[in-house]
């Protein structure tokens, strides 16, 4: 059985990807690899009938080094701080891979927000915000959406923050706000819009399996909340055929294609896509196993793995969610000619968009709709762009190595998937950053 561990998960990408990388100097790695700081809190809330909780919160900021830390609160419950801290490090490599100066964090609180009111979700935010002090900040650490928190949360920080400092310009100190707030248009849909930009141009320039573009294509989608909903309504508007979506409680499929109105009428009732009339039940399981072209998973990490890739039928998997694909199932995959692409490319487009908003708010400007997508659309066409050459470059270094090996029993290497290759792009960036600046003092 696989270890389903994300700092284990997080090592064995970064060894994967350290090999293509060349020498470093002694001891670069774990400079590379440790947190820079972690900050945990335990702290009390009043709850609607007087009692008094403990709730548990993390922030991780894993790396400065191209900036201000940046990443996002999630509210789930059973949070640990090995996977914050493992988070944060996918951060930073997301913010060098799509080149913007931010370096990578992570938070969360243990919490189940379905089982608490909003007034306890406002108590628990503000006080964790209060906890954190110093420790966020519009040029240290800014934090932004993630699972299960949205833009009333962030409202709460921007609110919290700004209090604990006033006289001054604290928009910056949190991305993903309302619009009113200073959020930036464009936000709330930025990981699903950057998600179809880059898949765009992956399928105009490699064309695999013969798909040239999204018509007519099959999809399949995991997870329908800020992420999964967005895809599915613009990969339909692409031309894309959306025949199943799942949620935490189940999934649906309709061969002919499901109607996302009635979807979203029927989940804001019954809060969940299982049941919705003219669709088939089906598990999550069912889901990922579809016979589809694309299969999105956009829900939490370490959903496809070593006991179910063998059974994915699609024939690209967009990792829409951090981290679904296991390293052992993405060797799988390859081994069954399915493309992964890789989740710092493909969910960049939140954190693109949260940088366009922290300049806004820096500059007290409001860039338009079409400016913010414009911008975005450069970005992920740049990120796709440079990991497909990457991409190709490595592979021919390996065909090269493999016929010039001789000797029958040395092993050939495998072929270099597109995770490797936006890491080897990330990491060689920080690394430059890294020796530009100098080690301290
Ligand atoms: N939580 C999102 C992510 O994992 C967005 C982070 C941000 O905008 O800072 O990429």
Known sequence: MEDFNTGKYIEQRLQRAMAFLGPLRPGFVDFLTSPKKSTIVNFPVQMDDQSVRVFRGFRVLHSHVNGPGKGGIRYSPDLT??????????MTW?????????????????????????????????????????????HTDIPAPD??????TMGWIYDTYDIMHPGRNNRPVVTGKAIDLGGSLGRHDATGQGCLYATLRFLERIKPAGMKNLKNQRVAIQGYGNVGSAIAR???????????????????????GLDLDAINTYKQKNNTVVGLAETMSITNEDLLQLDCDILVPAATSHQI?????????????????????????????????????????????????????????????????????????????????????????????????????????????????????????????????????????
């Open 81 to 90: 701080y090995a996977e914050i801290s493992a988070l944060a490090a996918l």
């Open 234 to 256: 613009l990969f339909q508007n692409a031309g894309a055929i959306i025949t199943g979506i799942s949620d935490s409680q189940g999934g649906i499929y309709s061969e002919k």
């Open 305 to 441: 793995h070593h006991d179910n890739a063998d059974k994915i039928k699609a024939k690209l998997v967009i990792e829409a969610g951090n981290a679904p694909v296991t390293p052992e199932a993405n060797e799988i995959l390859l081994s069954k000619d399915i493309i992964v692409m890789p989740d710092i490319l493909m969910n960049a487009g939140g954190v693109t968009v949260s940088y366009f908003e922290w300049v806004q708010n820096n500059e007290n400007q409001q860039w338009s709709l079409a400016e913010v997508n414009q911008k975005l659309n450069d970005k992920m066409v740049q990120a796709t762009d440079i990991v497909i050459s990457k991409w190709l470059s490595l592979n021919e270094m390996i065909i090269e190595s493999n016929t010039k090996e001789q000797d029958e029993d040395k092993a050939k290497q495998l072929p270099v998937d597109l995770h490797t290759a936006a890491l080897v792009v990330a990491l060689h960036r920080l690394t430059v950053t890294i020796e530009e600046r100098g080690i301290w003092p």
């Open 94 to 138: 997301k913010c060098a891979l799509i080149n913007v100066p931010f370096g990578g964090a992570k938070g969360g609180v243990c919490c189940d927000t379905k089982s608490l009111s909003e007034n306890e979700l406002r108590h628990i935010t503000r006080r964790f915000i209060s906890e954190l002090g110093d420790n966020i900040g519009p």
């Open 147 to 152: 699972l299960y928190t949205n833009e009333h």
